[in-house]
């Protein structure tokens, strides 16, 4: 599919690396991967690629250098607790080539949370490890913060925590023109409509067209998705996708 | 965290390429890696890593020759329906070098399918294009085939749809000897029990030993996860794990 015209705006791209054995055994259902794709969208950020990889530094630098280096940012998730299997920092460190120890805000903003409550051990500790040249991300939610280094987000793996981390880094982002994007639901299984929505695609090409087919009980719906960063693109190939439900 | 001895049993290893701009803009939250990877552990097939991709030729090139060259099998879901933007089939055959042209086999499938119901257009004969060399996945739901080239499985993305292929193509796939895995709760945070479990994880090297931590209004809840291919590895570890709740 032909990416719409960048000179109709900014473009401002962004990576996702998804750390966790859990999620590759499928104990754990990955949710973050959907929750942050449609965040990056909603406020001008193309996700264009996502890895999902396991607790191994090998693996964590690879993925982190190979995204860092092809788009504006990247956003990790998981591996930056407290136990031994929580290797993210000392990877980011190994991906930039910088070292890895206690940041002083980092352990201050512990110190803060755990105050009078707990002892901060070795292993929680750990969560204030940061490599060389990093900023802290602040998390309300549990303290422990995440931290950016270069254009490298690193967030926890709990969605809630997540969660909050990203709308503390949003205000950072530069971010792009908004993809605008227009939904036609069609009665019809995609084979019907396929070769003519290909020639609307081919008449409309600042337009990404998606077209996604389900069925259930009730018979086929095929939901068509148009995508521009200019409303005015969009909506003459909405009327020609609208004009397919009394062709076939 | 250190793989586990591979003497214990053969070793077979997976990579998932999920292809959909649809899952990277936010739209359709992907369910099929979830599944797939619950799926392959359960046969003894490890999932290694999972490459998430737009609907780019490029970009699926470079995952699926990257997986392949990797691991025992890779799997790819989404982009072989009727429609302009279902480009798996070419981006496949560029991927092995090979001409992709409609299968004979396919095409009967489709025709014994649509047989007096709808007419075989351009558009539905786009899902009988195969790369050279190719032996379809029978499709029990919906007919059209999906395929196997090589070391690569190459799926639907609707779930339904996917999940009967799976079930097709796993009786053909060489399984390792599975990986088993056995879960603690503690009503513990992991800051802790993290020194007293990386001590755990030190003397028990052939025991991957994951912590998954989670909290909620009754507290928290931090979840260990042992996994080994001998369960004889796995019991002395899981007993000090569970010392470790009269701890803190």
Redo the contacts between chains.
Sequence with gaps: ?AEADSAAGRIVTAGLV?IG???????????N?????????NIGI???????????ED?IVEAVNALRARYTYVFTTGGI???????TADSIGAAFGVPVDVDPRARAILEARYAGK?EI????L??ARFPAGAEPIANPV?GAPGFRIGNVYVMAG?PAVMQAMLDEAAGTLSTGRR?L?RTIELRL???????A??AI??AHPGV????????DETGFLTRI?L?ARDESLIAPALVEVAGLDGKS
Aim: proline fraction near 5%.
């Design positions: 599919m998804v054995d859990e999620v590759l055994s499928g104990r754990t259902k990955d949710r991967t959907g929750y942050i794709a449609e965040y990056l969208t193309d996700l264009v690629e996502v890895r999902i990889v396991g607790d191994r693996a607790g407290p136990t031994h299997d929580d290797i707990v051990t070795p292993a929680r750990r969560m549990s709990v993809m994007s299984p995609e084979g019907a409509i396929g070769d929505l290909a695609q081919k990404l067209i998606g077209s996604y087919p389900s069925f998705v995508r």
